[in-house]
């Protein structure tokens, strides 16, 4: 049998692109990834805005070379939403500086509703009027289909182009920088730095609006779920004053950018920021507890709500510790007890059991506890057996009169929770990991990002979770998340910051060995490689530095609070 191997003396001029769904695609060596998807885009499902090129994500204007594995990845993926985010940021700053060139403009937090607050310092508030000149500005920059041109330069030619526009905040950030070059965007002229890949031009940003807000406006773009329009945008009064109050906190600090945390370390000043930082947190908890004690003769019940890895549990016990210096004596009931059997959990469109789901409580016998809990009667409390999926008897509890119940999980702000329980009986509190510190004024840090991380060290350290397996079920969490919490987070009477500033300096030198341990190759790499990167801009910390009470010590390990206990009738009760 003869060899069908032959021996060519050149490359063919053409190459085959592979997708998913068994497609097969040939065009010219060197075409732009963005031409293979434009012919391969379906006008009825999301915008495509990237794509993974043999395992490696890439942007629209990747030249294919060789042959290739190609995935889409569109607006309603996570690394797509985040292309078609930043690029529209990149519009939103364009469009700015050509109308307003003496302002300067801050990209500050998100909303959960699919937004951006920002604000601009010269102009607060900002006017309608300057709001309708700035959308109408961006819409004719997206008719005109201008490309967003890459160019890698030195990094010497990057500080050089930021020194001489006066944007010292980025400047100060590149002091840090570890590579020796940088990557700049340009469009209309204008050129910037952003933190990840952008789509090839503007004429991909259709879809935005801008609203005021506050003393700024937000700048709203699609969600995941819905990539095809705008979801309606509720008020959120206190969610923008716990912003507001943390970048008060970050002035009081000195540290408004990455940059000015790292000129914190340079120089040796990152104790005064740990320090003050903390007791910022212990100025906040102590308030709660005041005004918890205020109303002490109405309140039956604090709950407590938040998403994952906000830190919690160190916050509850942080206030219990501070209701007790009140006189106040709480005791702690434990939400996760009172599941439904295993059997009978509700399940999620995919036929898997959805723990995060309100019906997978048995709210019945939660509410019926809580009541007579809260009438003085003994109660013989649930037990929940993780490991068997199974209810059972718990210990038997009578609570002492006008004592208060602390009430801790996820579904602590939704009005079913607990029924016919008067709110006036309640006291709601919403904790969140808030992160207001960004790189510079438009390269925003993600508070998922910051949990995400929490979430990645403390399933190593308490589950014995690799980085790759927390990263693969992140999604499902943050599903849940937007289903339950989000929702009716301004439900609150009050919500806790549970961000630090220094955070990230102290989960880096942790947090990266776990993330370069995640396989190349796995879905799961791409995301690892992207919080890797961003780590990068952070000067580390040492541990021995963070104070033992600390949220932070939740995730890093080390808690003084870990076992914390106090005395009810004769007995100790863990919190």
Known sequence: MGSRISIKKQLRETVEIVLPDGTIMDGPRHTSLGEFMRAYQDPAKPKIVGAVVNHDLRELTFPISMDAEVTPVNMSDPDGARIYRRSLTFL????????????????????SSGA????????????QESLAQLEAKMHEIVAADEPLVRNKVSLEEAKRFFQTHGQLDKLQLLKYRQADDLVLYTLRGHRDYHHGYMVPSSG??????????????????PRRHAPDKLSPMPSYPTLLATFRQYGEWLETLGIQSVGALDDAISEGRINEVILVSEALHEQQISRIAGSIR????????????????SGKTTFSKRLTIQLLSEGISPFALEMDNYFVDRADTPLD?????????????????????????????KVQL?????W?????????????????????GIHGLNPALLGDIPPEETFRIYVSCLTQLNLDRQNRISTTDTRELRRILRDARDRGYTAQQTIANWENVRRGEKRHIFPYQENADVMFNSALAYELTALKPLVEPLLRQVPYGTPEY???????????????????????????????????????KIWHHGQHIKY
């Open 204 to 221: 991909y940003l259709k879809l935005f609006d801008l609203r005021l807000i506050g003393d700024g406006f937000v700048l709203r773009f």
């Open 526 to 564: 791409i995301e690892a490689k992207r919080l890797f990167k961003f780590l990068q801009w952070f000067l580390p910390i040492e541990q021995d530095m963070i104070p033992d009470n600390s949220i932070l010590r939740e995730f890093l390990g080390g808690s003084i609070l870990t076992d914390f």
């Open 116 to 127: 951006y607050y920002c604000h601009v310092p010269e102009q607060e508030p900002f006017t």
């Open 294 to 309: 205020e109303r002490k003769d109405e309140i039956r019940v604090i709950l407590i709500a938040g998403p994952s890895s």
């Open 388 to 408: 068997k999926g199974k209810n059972q008897p718990g210990e038997e509890v009578q609570l002492a009169p006008g004592q208060m119940i602390i009430l801790e």
């Open 92 to 111: 939103l700053e364009v469009a700015f500086m050509e109308l307003f060139p003496k302002w300067s403009l801050t990209i500050d937090h998100s909303v």
């Open 382 to 386: 649930r037990h929940y057996d993780f």
């Open 349 to 377: 469109e995919n036929g898997q059991y959805d723990f995060e789901n309100i019906d997978a409580l048995n709210r019945g016998l939660l509410q019926d506890h809580v009541e007579r809990l809260v009438r003085g009667e």
